[in-house]
């Protein structure tokens, strides 16, 4: 079993930063990534970016490529996601979700079948 907690949302007004932070706890050893989704209302859930557990290697949905940073502090368990230049339509539920087996292809991070365990969710609002 692995628990994850999410924490940092809050209100922020558009062109701001927050960032998330994501704190796992239990099978740590047996994570092999870390993504990070978010479900804005009406919407279903999207991708937004993942990070390997070992070797840090990141992928990014095209909506957070160049605004976003998806890091991880193994000794503390936890995985970050720095948001930069906010925009109204980043307002969301982000969760953070552990995959415990690995992937030949990074592009089986887009999926959420792909994650084992999810955190509750930290609302984000941006505002115009």
């Known amino acids: 079993q692995v628990q994850l907690v999410e924490s940092g949302g809050g209100l922020v007004q558009a062109g701001g930063s927050l960032r998330l932070s994501c704190a796992a706890s239990?099978?740590?050893?047996?994570?092999?990534?870390m993504g990070w989704f978010r479900q804005a209302p009406g919407k279903e859930r999207e991708f937004v970016a993942s990070?390997?557990?070992?070797?840090?290697?990141?992928f990014y949905a095209d909506s957070a490529k160049g605004r976003f940073t998806i890091s991880r502090d193994n000794a503390k368990n936890t995985v970050y996601l720095q948001m930069n230049s906010l925009k109204p339509e980043d307002t969301a539920v982000y969760y953070c979700?552990?995959?415990?087996?690995?992937?030949?292809?990074?592009?089986?991070?887009?999926?959420?079948?792909?994650?084992?365990?999810w955190g509750q969710g930290t609302q984000v609002t941006v505002s115009s």
């Open positions: 979700a552990a995959a415990m087996r690995p992937a030949y292809s990074r592009y089986t991070y887009l999926r959420e079948a792909t994650y084992d365990y």
């Open positions: 990070i390997s557990w070992s070797g840090g290697s990141t």
């Open positions: 239990g099978r740590t050893y047996s994570i092999d990534a």
